[in-house]
Every structure is written in structure tokens, then in C-alpha cells.
T-cell receptor, first 115, second 117 residues
Framework: AQSVTQPDIHITVSEGASLELRCNYS??????LFWYVQSPGQGLQLLLK??????LVQGIKGFEAEFKRSQSSFNLRKPSVHWSDAAEYFC?????????????FGKGTTLSVSS | DVKVTQSSRYLVKRTGEKVFLECVQD?????MFWYRQDPGLGLRLIYF???????EKGDIPEGYSVSREKKERFSLILESASTNQTSMYLC?????FGTGGSGNIQYFGAGTRLSVL
């Protein structure tokens, strides 16, 4: 069955430190890959996406993610975390070549930022 | 910018009430989705619609129905609300077509937090 795993339920990072959030997927073929962020009490906002090409993709708010086919992973990174990055982060996948289908989401990782 | 608007941010209802959650998008998207979000469970798909008057069940449709009479509006209906339907409900939309994956990008509303007492 298709699935998305975010192994870390909750991560705490000091402000200014680097961040890596993990995402692994189980899928028949390489899917389209997404990271979304949800600030407290808000809806989800797209951070970045991978469709094809360069496996390192840049997103908004200084985030980047790297697709590794051999590891079925799409980890999210940020070199220096700001207090405003505290939020919940969701990794999601969609089947390649099937526009408009529903996304499959991981269960999310909550990021706390300490001063 | 795509705007997905959910009519209520917070709702409090009584057990057994019929509840309507409304969602409107302004980007002429063909596809619309309703998700339920609970702590530790992530987002779970309730229903989606790929055209007016069309609907498909998602992973957890029991206790819910939907209505899509106009392209821009997608309503989630709780026929008889129960306490286990207390949750955050998120609406999303996406275009049906798009090159190279852009048709899979979903745009979300701010959510409706429903409490059933």
C-alpha cells in the first residue's frame, strides 16, 4: 500500500541551528513529492515540491529538500531556524501522471524552536 | 493567488444536529477535497469531487456526505453530528490538469474547528 512515513513526531531545535525533517515514502514508482507547513490554527501552505530534474529543490522561507531515489526519501532542511518556523510540517505524495488525484499525507512532524 | 475560503473558523454543535461546512475557491479549480485532521493521525481524506455534482469517497466517508452544485463551492455535511466528529476540517482545491505535477498541487483553506457536544 502507498504510504508516507515521517519518523519524528516532535522535534525541538534551538533558534539559529540547522534543521532536517525526515520523510520516507512507499510507492510503486517515484511519485510527485510535496512538503506543506501548518502554522497554529491555520491551513496548510505549500513549502516546496519535487516533480523531476534537479533532486535538490528550493522552497519558500529558506527551506530546501532533497529527493533520494535509492532511499525513497524526501527530507526537508533549513540551515538556520527562526522562531517563526515553529509549526507542523507534512510530507505528501501524489501518483505521477495522474493530475488532480488526492495527496497522501504523512502524519506530520511538530517543530518547536527554543531560544 | 489562489484563495480557498471556509465559511467558519470555529463551530460548536450539539449531538444529533445536522451540520454544514462550506468551502469556496476562486481559481476555477475542478477538484475539491475535504480532509479531517486529528492529532497523531495527520490528514485523512473524507470525500473529493472532480466536477460539479460528482463525488468520490475518500478513506473515512462514514457519517459524512458532500454536495457540489457549483464549481466553486464544496459542502461537507454531517447528517447527525456525533462527539467523535469533533475535529479540524480542512478543505482544499486543485486544478484537474497541469503539466508535470502542477495539477496535483492542493491549495488549502484555513480550516474549521468543529466541536460536537
Amino acid at each position: 500500500a502507498q504510504s508516507v512515513t515521517q519518523p519524528d513526531i516532535h522535534i525541538t531545535v534551538s533558534e539559529g541551528a540547522s534543521l532536517e525533517l525526515r520523510c520516507n515514502y512507499s510507492y510503486g514508482a517515484t511519485p510527485y513529492l510535496f512538503w506543506y507547513v501548518q502554522s497554529p490554527g491555520q491551513g496548510l501552505q505549500l513549502l516546496l515540491k519535487y516533480f523531476s530534474g534537479d533532486t535538490l529543490v528550493q522552497g519558500i522561507k529558506g527551506f530546501e529538500a532533497e529527493f533520494k531515489r535509492s532511499q525513497s526519501s524526501f527530507n526537508l532542511r533549513k540551515p538556520s531556524v527562526h522562531w517563526s518556523d515553529a509549526a507542523e510540517y507534512f510530507c505528501a505524495v501524489a501518483p505521477r501522471g495522474q493530475a488532480g488525484t488526492a495527496l497522501i499525507f504523512g502524519k506530520g512532524t511538530t517543530l518547536s524552536v527554543s531560544s | 493567488d489562489v484563495k480557498v475560503t471556509q465559511s467558519s473558523r470555529y463551530l460548536v454543535k450539539r449531538t444529533g444536529e445536522k451540520v454544514f461546512l462550506e468551502c469556496v475557491q476562486d481559481m476555477d479549480h475542478e477538484n475539491m477535497f475535504w480532509y479531517r485532521q486529528d492529532p497523531g493521525l495527520g490528514l485523512r481524506l473524507i470525500y473529493f469531487s472532480y466536477d460539479v455534482k460528482m463525488k468520490e469517497k475518500g478513506d473515512i466517508p462514514e457519517g459524512y456526505s458532500v454536495s457540489r452544485e457549483k464549481k466553486e463551492r464544496f459542502s461537507l455535511i454531517l447528517e447527525s453530528a456525533s462527539t467523535n466528529q469533533t475535529s479540524m476540517y480542512l478543505c482544499a482545491s486543485s486544478p484537474r490538469f497541469g503539466t508535470g505535477g502542477s495539477g496535483n498541487i492542493q491549495y488549502f483553506g484555513a480550516g474549521t474547528r468543529l466541536s460536537v457536544l
